[in-house]
């Protein structure tokens, strides 16, 4: 079961802007943890005792919040204490990390609970991002978004439907059916196609070269990085990518460019593949690499490229734990 905090403001003490105020705060919290009723056990208000119109969980019952049991408490009057203020807990039972809503005048109160942390990790292929990602995520208990899965989806999609990737028309008429979804399971990505999974699927080795040629159409970034964007606003997490703090995320607070030598590089997808079942030849891998590498980084838009403010690490010879340490702690010198 977890916790999800949430707290708003009043101009003042009449019962309509407790019924609305009660209103905006709840939708605002199931949209942004994109709850269903089923999964809330309970929501609990306190409201400071400077309002005395309406009661809080009145309110939530008559805005359609009834699934869950609903109770108030008045706080003590506390000097210097914000006026005016709801605040709200709700207890949940869900895989999905919690978002905490401070709305209004509450907005400023909570910053260690609600600032949504965004970590830029770019670099080429076979640096080791994509399990240096999980391992950050699961020790800052925040979300992974592997970024290149989503061109690796939109290749695979393409490639199913023969989509001329060289007639700009047809492609932007492909991107516009695109349905593509990124969801969680127990803190692990799933890629959705059309609703069904296809995060096995797009791993396949074949799927690697086409994914960097359909990024670097304009019309397929456009929609991936908006996508990512939106993801990224609500939620605190570790993007892995090629172009996210040059890009997507221009303005993140922590970014990294983790990379390794072409042989270790080689050497780690070989492992993966095999790993997999799937065949794998060490020469083919590391040619294969290298000639991705310079496709992604010497195409027009946003191509693969250490930003100006990222710190640079060379894992060829650090395990992904020691690099995940290293990531972890430079975040925590900043936060
Ligand atoms: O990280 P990956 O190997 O799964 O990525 C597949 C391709 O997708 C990669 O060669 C380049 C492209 N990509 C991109 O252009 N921008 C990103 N943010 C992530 C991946």
Redesign the pocket.
Known sequence: MKAIRGATTITKDAAEEVKSAVGELLNEIYRRNALSGDEVISIQFTNTADIRSYYPAKAAREAGFFSAPLFSAQEPEINGALPLCIRVMLLVENDKTPVHVYLRGAATLRKDITEVINIALDGP?GGG??TVSKLVANKLNILCL????M??ACALKFLNDDVNINDINEVEKAVARLDLRVEYKDGKQLTLLNGNDVSAEIRKNEI?ML??TV?ALESVRNKMVELQREIAANTSCIL?????GTN?LPNAKYKFYLTASDDVRAERRCGELLAKGQSADFNQIKNEIIK?DLQ?KTRKI?P?KQADDAIFIDSSLMTAEQVADFIVNKIQEKI
């Open positions: 292929a991002k994509s592997d970024t290149g899965a061109y690796r690697s994914a960097s990024s892995d990518g090629r172009d996210i997507v991705r992604d946003a693969l």
